[in-house]
C-alpha cells in the first residue's frame, strides 16, 4: 500500500466536511444557527489502558478536512482536556461543526502507571459531529485505538515522526471519496463500542463475527507498552523495533505502532504476539501465534448457499450472486457496507434468476447479473433496491449462449463473453444499459477467440477477453474491432489457460492463470511482467502448487495485486490443503505472509475491494470475510474507475 501522509502524536485525518457544498455557517447541537462555541452538557471523555486511569492525558477533538489528499484537519480545541486521576474529563462547551464532519478524538502523554509518558497515543473515530450530541461518554483506550486504526487505515500514512501539523486525508471532495471515508468510520462502530471501550463479540447489525480475541491481543500489546516507563522500557522497545513502517521507520508513539502493523500485517507476527503476551489487560486473546494481523469480519446469511460473483457499487454496498442448490435457491444478497442484510433473507429473485454467476454494478447502481447455465443463459438487470429493470425472463434472446462472464465499460455498456453452440460462435456480446444489443446478433468474434472467459474493460473503452482452449487473450476496440491479430496476445499460454484479467492503472492487463502465474500485458501487446502466486511457482518436497482455478484477482489503490492461493502441504503421513489470499506489489513482490492471509482458510472464489480500503471475499461453503483495511481504497463501482481513468488508483 502507498498513503498520503500520517504524522506522530498530533495525529490527523484529513477528511471533507460535508456530503454536499457547505455554507459557513456551522450548526449546534440543539439545532439553532451559529458559528459560536456551544455547550454541550455532560460530554465526559474517559482515557483508560485496560482498567487504568491514564492521569494528565492531553484530548484534542478533531475535524477531519476531506478537501485535499494534503489537506489538514482541524483542532477543534484550543485548549486541550487534560484528564484528573481517575483518567476523566468532562466538556462543558465544544465548538460547533457541520453535521456532516466527521470528528475523532486524540489523547497523548499522561501516566498509565509508569510514569508520564509522551509517547502514549489513543485514539476514538466518532464519526458524524452529529454524534457528539447524542454522546453522555466516549471512551478512548487500545481497543479503541485498534478499530481506529485499522479501519482507518487506508486514509493515514506511516511516517514515525512527531508534527503538530499532521496532513493526511482522502481525495479532493469527491463523492466516492467521502464515501469510503464515511464508511470507514462506521466500520469502527462494527469492532468496539466507543462509548465502553469494549471490544464486540458480533456488529452491531448482528450477522458479523468480530475478531475478538485478535483485537484482545493487539490491545494488550499497546497496554504492556502504555503502562510501563515509556518508549525506554523492554515492551515499547520491543514494540517500536517490531512495528515499523512499511518503509522500516520505527514509531514514536503508540498510534504509529498500531497503524504500521494494520498497514504490514504480515511483519514479525510472532514477535508481536510475544510482546502482548506480556500484558493481561484484555481477553479474550488468542491462544497461539496468529498467521498474520489482518483483521477479518466473518458474515453469514441464510441466503449464502453458493456464492459466485461479487461486486460492489458506489454506495460502498456488496452485491453477492449466489447459485444456490437449485432454481429455487438462487438470488442476489445484497449487503450494507456494514454487513447489515438490504436483500431480505432470501436474497432478491424472481426475473430469471436462475443459477446467477457474474455481476457488475453500472454507472447509474443498476447490477447487472449473468445468470444461467450450460448452453442456455440470460442478463439480468435489478435497480438498486432489487427491482427486476430487464422483464420477467431477462435480457436472454437466442444470443446468450453459454454464458462465461460479463464486465461495463465507462460508457455503461455491458459487455458478456459467451462459449457458443450450435446457434451462435464464441464470442462477445455488447448490450446497452437498456437492454438493446449492440454488437449485431452473432456478437463480436475472430482474432483467436475460442471458448472466451473472463472479460475487463480499459479506460480507453477497449476489451480484454481470456480464451481459455486457444490459451490467448483477445483485444477489442469498442466498436469490437479485433485489436490483437489473428491469433490474439499471449499465444500459447500462461502455464495454464488464461482466466481472470484486469487492468492497472497504466492500461496494463493483468492474467491469471489456472497455475497461478501473472503475465502482464501493455496495451501493445508486449508481455512485460511474469511472477507466481502460488509461492513464486516453487515446489519442494513439502509444498506443491496445484492448479487451484483461476475465480478472481483484484487491484487496489496503489496498482498492488490481490490474488488467491492453493497449496498442498504434505505432512508425515499424507498432506493437507492450504488455502489463502494473498498481496502482491504491481511489480510481483509478494507483500503477505508467503501462504497469503488464510485466517479463516479459504480459496477465494471472488474478491472485492471497497472505496475505504477493505477487501472482500466469497468462497464456496463459508461466511463472506471482510478485512478491514487491508487494501487501499480504490473508486467503485468498477464502471465508475473505468470510466474515471482511475483503475488501480485512490478513488
Not at 168 to 189: D, K, P, Q, S, Y
Not at 220 to 232: V, Y
Not at 457 to 463: F, H, K
Request: charged share 10%; with cysteine; net charge negative.
Amino acid at each position: 500500500m502507498s498513503y498520503v501522509s500520517f504524522i506522530g502524536t498530533s495525529i490527523s485525518i484529513a477528511l471533507m466536511s460535508c456530503v454536499l457544498p457547505c455554507s459557513a455557517t456551522h450548526l449546534t447541537f440543539d439545532g439553532d444557527s451559529t458559528t459560536d462555541l456551544q455547550a454541550v452538557s455532560g460530554l465526559k471523555i474517559k482515557v483508560r489502558s485496560g482498567q487504568h486511569a491514564v492521569v494528565g492525558a492531553s484530548i484534542q477533538l478533531y475535524e477531519a478536512d476531506l478537501t485535499t489528499y494534503t489537506g489538514t484537519s482541524t483542532e477543534l480545541l484550543s485548549n486541550p482536556g487534560i484528564t484528573n486521576k481517575s483518567g476523566n474529563y468532562v466538556f462543558s462547551t465544544v465548538p460547533a461543526c457541520s453535521p456532516d464532519s466527521l470528528v475523532y478524538f486524540v489523547a497523548t502523554g499522561g501516566d498509565a502507571g509508569g510514569g508520564n509518558d509522551p509517547s502514549i497515543a489513543l485514539m476514538t473515530a466518532v464519526g458524524s459531529c452529529k454524534a457528539l450530541a447524542a454522546s453522555s461518554s466516549i471512551v478512548i483506550n487500545e481497543a479503541t485505538t485498534v478499530a481506529s486504526t485499522y479501519a482507518l487505515s487506508g486514509f493515514m500514512s506511516s511516517l514515525g515522526s512527531v508534527s503538530a501539523n499532521a496532513t493526511v486525508g482522502t481525495n479532493n471532495g469527491t463523492e466516492r471519496a467521502l464515501i469510503g471515508i464515511t464508511n470507514a468510520f462506521t466500520t469502527v462502530h462494527s469492532l468496539v463500542g466507543i462509548h465502553t471501550g469494549v471490544v464486540r463479540t458480533m456488529t452491531p447489525a448482528g450477522n458479523g463475527t468480530v475478531p475478538q480475541a485478535k483485537i484482545g491481543s493487539l490491545g494488550n500489546l499497546l497496554a504492556a507498552c502504555i503502562q510501563s516507563a515509556g518508549f525506554s522500557s523492554a515492551a515499547c522497545s520491543g514494540l517500536s523495533s517490531n512495528a515499523k513502517s512499511p518503509g522500516g521507520i520505527a514509531p514514536t508513539d503508540t498510534v504509529q505502532a498500531m497503524l504500521n502493523i494494520a498497514h504490514s500485517p504480515g511483519s514479525n507476527i510472532a514477535a508481536l504476539y510475544t510482546l502482548s503476551s506480556s500484558s493481561t489487560a484484555y481477553a479474550p486473546t488468542l491462544s497461539a501465534v496468529p498467521n498474520d494481523w489482518t483483521m477479518p469480519i466473518t458474515y453469514t446469511a441464510s441466503a449464502l448457499i453458493n456464492p459466485a460473483g461479487i461486486a460492489i457499487d458506489g454506495r460502498g454496498d456488496i452485491w453477492i450472486t449466489d447459485s444456490g442448490l437449485s432454481p429455487s435457491t438462487s438470488s442476489v444478497l445484497k449487503l450494507k457496507n456494514n454487513g447489515a442484510i438490504l436483500s431480505g433473507t432470501s436474497g432478491f429473485t424472481g426475473g430469471g434468476l436462475l443459477f446467477p454467476r457474474s455481476i457488475a454494478i453500472g454507472l447509474d447502481g443498476a447490477a447487472w447479473v449473468l445468470a444461467g447455465g450450460g448452453m442456455n443463459g440470460n442478463i439480468v438487470k435489478l435497480a438498486s433496491d432489487g427491482t427486476v429493470l430487464s422483464g420477467t425472463e431477462g435480457f436472454n434472446g437466442t444470443n446468450i449462449n453459454g454464458p462465461g462472464e460479463l464486465a461495463i465499460d465507462g460508457k455503461g455498456d455491458v459487455w458478456v463473453t459467451l462459449n457458443g453452440g450450435d446457434i451462435v460462435p464464441p464470442s462477445v456480446i455488447k448490450l446497452s444499459k437498456d437492454g438493446t444489443i449492440l454488437s449485431g446478433k452473432k456478437g463480436y468474434t475472430a482474432g483467436g477467440m475460442n471458448s472466451p472467459g473472463w472479460i475487463a474493460i480499459d479506460s480507453a473503452g477497449e476489451a480484454w477477453i481470456s480464451n481459455n482452449n486457444d490459451l490467448n487473450v483477445t483485444k477489442l476496440s469498442s466498436k469490437g474491432a479485433v485489436l490483437s491479430g489473428t491469433t490474439g496476445f499471449l499465444s500459447g499460454g500462461n502455464g495454464g489457460p488464461p482466466g481472470t484479467i484486469t487492468i492497472d492503472s497504466s492500461g496494463n492487463a493483468l492474467v491469471l492463470s489456472s497455475s497461478g502465474r501473472v503475465t502482464r500485458i501493455a496495451p501493445d501487446g508486449d508481455s512485460n511482467l511474469t511472477f507466481w502466486t502460488c509461492f513464486a511457482g516453487q515446489q519442494s518436497p513439502t509444498i506443491s502448487c496445484p492448479d487451484f482455478g483461476a475465480f478472481s484477482m483484484v487491484l487496489d489503490g496503489t496498482n498492488n495485486i490481490w490474488a488467491p492461493v492453493n497449496y498442498r502441504v504434505f505432512n508425515s503421513p499424507g498432506s493437507t490443503s492450504v488455502s489463502g489470499l494473498s498481496e502482491f506489489s504491481s511489480t510481483g513482490s509478494m507483500l503477505s505472509v508467503p501462504l497469503g492471509y488464510n485466517g479463516p482458510n479459504y480459496l477465494a472464489e471472488g474478491i472485492a475491494i471497497d472505496s475505504s480500503g477493505n477487501t472482500w471475499t466469497i468462497f464456496t461453503g463459508a461466511p463472506v470475510t471482510e478485512l478491514v483495511g487491508a487494501a487501499t481504497p480504490v473508486a467503485t463501482p468498477l464502471s465508475v474507475a473505468v470510466r474515471d481513468g482511475v483503475l488501480g488508483q485512490h478513488p
